[in-house]
C-alpha cells in the first residue's frame, strides 16, 4: 500500500517532502501548543469541565494485557464509581487553575489502594476551554492469599481475604488468620476513607489472639492539601496479650500485659503561603499500662525489665510546618509505579504534662517530635532524612524515651538499576517493653535469626543494588534482581557493652507486582552471615512482601 501515489522525479519529489515536513511541522506545533497547568495558572485560565476516565485493572487495548487473564479479571472487577474519585479533588469546575491543588490531587488519589495511578491533563478546545481530564486505573483489589513469611529463620503461617475496594466504593475490609512464633491472631479490619460521603475517615481492628484480644478504632478528618483549614482526630485502642522480652533469640522473660490508649487532638492552620502551612492546636492523651507476674525462661545475664502499671491522664499542645515540595520518582521502593516523595519540611512538636487533677498517677510533663527533609541532588538522585522522638519526666528521671534517625540515598545512574543506602540510629532510656531495641533478622540483619540481641543502642547500614528487568509475564509480574549487604551492631543489656559489629550479604529475586496500587514488591532471597557465632545459622531464607527502604 502506497501513501503517496507514484510520481517521476523533479516536482513531485519536492512536493511530496513538502508534505511530509508540514505534517511533522504540524505534530510539533500540536505537541508544543499542550500546555501545562502551571502555563495555564500563570494565565490565569479557568477549569470549564472535569472529565472523569476510570481504567480497568487490566488495560485491553494494550496486547501484552488483552488475554483471557486480563479480560476475565475485567469482568470480574467491579470497577470505583466516579463519586469516589470526585469526592478526592481539590479544585472545581469554573475556578482557576491552581497547579498545586491539581498535583495535589493526583498525589492523594495514588495513595488509595484500589487505585494504581493517576494522572490530571489539560486539555484546551479551540475555543480556549479548559478540561480537566482525570485519568485513573484500578488495582485488582479481592485478594485471597494462603503462605507463609520467612525472615530471621521464624515463620508465620496464615490466610486472608482482602478487598481494597468493596462494591466500587473504596472501602477496605480484611477477614485474616496468621500464626506466628509467638501466638495465633484472627482480624477482622474495616478502613473507609470517605465515611457517609465525608471527608472523615474511620479505621476499626478487632483481633482474637491465642494470649487475648486487641481493639481499634479511629475517627478522623486528616488534612487532604496544603490548605486544609483544620484537622481532628478521635482515637481509642487497647491490648490484652502475653508480652515477652528476648535475648540471643531466646525468650527470656514472659508477663502479661494490658495496654490501654486514647487521644483527642485537632490543629489549624494558621498561615498557609509559598507552598508551606504553618499549623497550631493541642488535645487530650491517656494511656494506662497494667502487667502481671513475671515469670524467667532463658534469662542467662539478662536484667530483669523494671516494669510500672501507670494511669496517666494530660494535655498537650503541639506546632507543625509542612512544605509542599513533592517530585515523583519510579523504582525507587515499588516497581513501575509513580513514587511521591517531599522535598520540603514535615515537622511536628508536641509538649504537654500528665496532670494529677486530670486523675494521672503522677505529674509527668512529656515530649513527642518528629521531622522528615529530601533532597534531589540532581535528576537520578535522592537523599531523605527521618527523624523522632519521645520522653516523658517523673520524679526519679526520664523514662520511655525513644530516639531514632534514619537517612536512604537512591541512585539512578544506570538504566534499570537503582543502588540504594540507608542507615539507622537509634537510642531508648528506660523503655515500655514495646520500645525495647532488638538487632536480628526482623530489624534488618537479614543473615540472622530474629531477636539476636537486645540493647539500649543501636546502628545499622544496608546497601543494595537493585534491578528492575522490562521482562513481565501477561503485565501481571515483573521480574527483578537485588544483592544487599547489612552491617550493624547493638549496646548490649545484659553487659552493657557494643556487641562486636555484625555483617551478612545476600540475594535474590525481586518480583513486581504490576496490579498493586503501590508497585508491591515480593523478595525471595537468601542472606548468609559474615560474623557468625557459634550456633549462628550457615544461612537465611527471607519471604516477604515488606520492602524497608
Not at 480497568?56 to 474519585?85: C, M, Y
Not at 513501575?336 to 520540603?344: A, K, Q, R, S, V
Amino acid at each position: 500500500m502506497e501513501i503517496f501515489p507514484k510520481r517521476g522525479r523533479g516536482q513531485g519529489d519536492h512536493r511530496d517532502l513538502a508534505v511530509v515536513l508540514a505534517i511533522l511541522a504540524s505534530s510539533s506545533l500540536v505537541a508544543q501548543a499542550i500546555p501545562t497547568w502551571e502555563e495555564l495558572e500563570a494565565k490565569q485560565a479557568r477549569i470549564a469541565t472535569i472529565d472523569l476516565r476510570i481504567g480497568d485493572v487490566f488495560d485491553l487495548s494494550l496486547p501484552k494485557e488483552n488475554h483471557w487473564i486480563g479480560r476475565a479479571a475485567n469482568f470480574l472487577h467491579i470497577e470505583t464509581r466516579e463519586q469516589v474519585v470526585r469526592r478526592e479533588l481539590l479544585f472545581h469546575p469554573g475556578e482557576t487553575v491552581n497547579a498545586r491543588l491539581i498535583h495535589e490531587t493526583e498525589r492523594n488519589l495514588r495513595t488509595f489502594r484500589f487505585l494504581k495511578d493517576a494522572q490530571i491533563d489539560p486539555q484546551v478546545d479551540e475555543a480556549g476551554a479548559v478540561r480537566a481530564v482525570v485519568r485513573t486505573r484500578d488495582a485488582w483489589t479481592l485478594k485471597g492469599s494462603a503462605g507463609f513469611t520467612q525472615v530471621g529463620g521464624q515463620r508465620n503461617f496464615g490466610f486472608s481475604i482482602h478487598e481494597a475496594n468493596l462494591l466500587g466504593y473504596g472501602k477496605d475490609l480484611i477477614l485474616a488468620h496468621e500464626k506466628t512464633p509467638e501466638r495465633s491472631i484472627d482480624t477482622v479490619q474495616y478502613l473507609d476513607r470517605q465515611i457517609l460521603g465525608t471527608q472523615w475517615t474511620l479505621d476499626t481492628r478487632y483481633q482474637v489472639l491465642s494470649d487475648g484480644k486487641t481493639r481499634f478504632l479511629e475517627l478522623a478528618k486528616p488534612y487532604r492539601g496544603l490548605e486544609t483549614p483544620w484537622s481532628m482526630t478521635f482515637r481509642a485502642s487497647s491490648s490484652d496479650a502475653i508480652e515477652s522480652v528476648y535475648n540471643l533469640e531466646q525468650t527470656a522473660y514472659t508477663f502479661p500485659s494490658r495496654q490501654e490508649s486514647a487521644l483527642v487532638g485537632g490543629s489549624m492552620a494558621t498561615a498557609v503561603l509559598d507552598g508551606r502551612a504553618l499549623r497550631l492546636g493541642g488535645g487530650l492523651d491517656l494511656k494506662q499500662s497494667e502487667y502481671g507476674p513475671m515469670q524467667t525462661l532463658t534469662a542467662g545475664g539478662l536484667p530483669v525489665p523494671q516494669l510500672r502499671d501507670r494511669l496517666l491522664r494530660g494535655v498537650h499542645v503541639s506546632w507543625s510546618l509542612y512544605e509542599d515540595r513533592f517530585r515523583a520518582f519510579v523504582d525507587l521502593v515499588g516497581m513501575t509505579h509513580p513514587e511521591d516523595f517531599n522535598l520540603g519540611w514535615e515537622a511536628t512538636v508536641s509538649v504537654g504534662s500528665y496532670l494529677r487533677i486530670l486523675g494521672s498517677d503522677v505529674a509527668s510533663p512529656f515530649l513527642r517530635a518528629n521531622a522528615s527533609k529530601g533532597w534531589a541532588p540532581g535528576p537520578s538522585s535522592l537523599l531523605l532524612l527521618r527523624t523522632q522522638g519521645a520522653a516523658r519526666h517523673e520524679a526519679d528521671g526520664w523514662q520511655d524515651v525513644a530516639l531514632n534517625l534514619n537517612l536512604t540515598a537512591y541512585f539512578q545512574g544506570f538504566r534499570y538499576q537503582t543502588q540504594a543506602a540507608y542507615a539507622q540510629l537509634d537510642a531508648v532510656h528506660r523503655p515500655d517493653p514495646s520500645s525495647y531495641l532488638y538487632l536480628g533478622g526482623m530489624d534488618g540483619m537479614r543473615g540472622y535469626g530474629n531477636h539476636l540481641l537486645l540493647g539500649d543502642r543501636r546502628w545499622m547500614t544496608s546497601l543494595e543494588e537493585r534491578v528492575n528487568t522490562p521482562y513481565d509475564w501477561l503485565g501481571i509480574l515483573r521480574l527483578g534482581f537485588v544483592a544487599y549487604a547489612d552491617i550493624g551492631a547493638i549496646r548490649r543489656t545484659d553487659t552493657g557493652r557494643w556487641s562486636r559489629t555484625y555483617a551478612d550479604v545476600g540475594g535474590g529475586l525481586r518480583l513486581g507486582n504490576l496490579k498493586s496500587s503501590v508497585g508491591r514488591v515480593f523478595l525471595l532471597t537468601v542472606a548468609y552471615p559474615l560474623v557468625r557465632d557459634p550456633g549462628t545459622e550457615h544461612h537465611q531464607f527471607i519471604v516477604s512482601d515488606v520492602v524497608k527502604f
